[in-house]
């Protein structure tokens, strides 16, 4: 049997005003949430840039040479001996085409599909914690490794003896895997 009580309209009000007060709360908390998530995201993003505006001493690997102990002279390993041209890929493109197009067609195809408002949040997001965390790992492994770039000898400028660099900038010859235009590219073609 079902025992029920009566209930007065100031009853009714009060449990129909904690409902109300119950769902502005939680309305509240998903109006303030997108901005944490979005600090959060931003905040993964300037992380991941850290290795590259701090300069951090890579894996030293030794500077690559033979000794002809005939004649004393030394020979380049001509794999690290190519002429430093500047970049292949100059970072103005990379941007552009890991960045930039992936993130406008993402957005142009989902305003086209009505859902701009909701995802619009979620793919600046997804996108600034994407390339923030592969520039970081992508930097750290760099570190790690210490591999040698094709043009570490006119980076080094190594001395007489070839046991260390001269030209101060020996970090930047260190850092050729993984590559880091390979990782983004990669990155922002996934993520499209």
Known sequence: SVVSFPINNNDKNNIKNSKNDALLSKNDDRNN???????????????????????FTPHQRPIPYQKIESSGEYIYNLSYDESLNGETVPISLLILLAFSLPFAIQLTLSRFCGIATTTTHSTVCVYLLGFGMNNLLTNLVKLYVGYLRPVFY???????????????????????????????????????
């Open 33 to 55: 949430f997108p901005l944490i998530e979005l600090i959060i995201c931003i905040s993964f993003f300037i992380l991941g840039m850290i290795p590259e505006v701090i300069s």
């Open 154 to 192: 006119e980076i080094c400028q190594a001395n007489d003896n070839f046991d260390e660099c001269m030209s101060g900038h020996d970090n930047k010859g260190r850092k050729s895997f993984p590559s880091g235009h390979a990782s983004n590219a990669f990155l922002g073609l996934t993520l499209l």
